[in-house]
């Protein structure tokens, strides 16, 4: 398998430019011999209307992966592109203008204002990108995620998984190119895990989102199209149209192996 040179694409590439691309990302922290690589030469692209898991083993290159790709970390060497426009040398204002307008994010700790109300924590990222307050917007995004009645609320008031719908409604208010999720189920018991999943799988399907999940549990990664696997910081194998077993065999494989997943795994597809 050409990890290291030939860019992965999902099936549900048009041919146009990717949702998001890194050529030959490399992340280094520290130098000479304590010097840590946390990603190693790392090429992928994923396709616009994709949903795609990230996993690996702790210290396999996870948070770095997601934090270089959204624009959050600058690598070492190589190239993030978003929409085919390289970000990673833009200025740091231009980033964060970037970040608010084209790039959604949905964190584990929900990361809600509590002194707002729902509808405004909603409609925050556009008023950060000085864009107009679309208010019949955000109620359209609260009712898709089952909130419609709760605007007015404050997130102290919510549950932990309504405090995520809310969430991953406001990460979809700009209408982003690409929704970073960084173990958005981390913090929620099992059932609402899976209501949260199940509103990120009908954001891919019905308003074309793409999606990139950082997690740790297999059911969670069962929900996207393919999941990629990490482990010291390289891109070490996928798995297509995944179910939990199969991707929890996987995480079993890399972890006793060290890293080293034996190529009848790697070519396995799940059922």
Known sequence: MAW????????????GSPAIELR???RRYGRGDSAVHALRGVDLALARGSFTAVMGPSGSGKSTF?????????PSSGEVLLGGEEITRLGEDRLTKLRRSRIGFVFQSFNLLPSLTVLQNVLLPLRLAGQRQDRARARELLASVGLEQHGGRRPAQLSGGQQQRVAIARALITGPEVVFADEP???????????VLGLLRR???TMGATI???THD???ASHADRVLFLADGSLAGELWRPDAQAVADRMVALTTRGGTVRNDLLNGVAA
């Open 212 to 214: 990139v999940m950082v």
């Open 218 to 220: 297999p059911v969670a």
């Open 4 to 15: 290291r040179h030939d860019p992965v694409r999902t099936d549900r590439d048009p041919g």
């Open 24 to 26: 030959a990302v490399t």
């Open 66 to 74: 997601l934090q270089c790709a959204a624009g959050l970390d600058l």
């Open 185 to 195: 189920t981390g913090a929620l018991d099992s059932r609402t895990a899976l209501e």
């Open 203 to 205: 954001a891919v399907d």
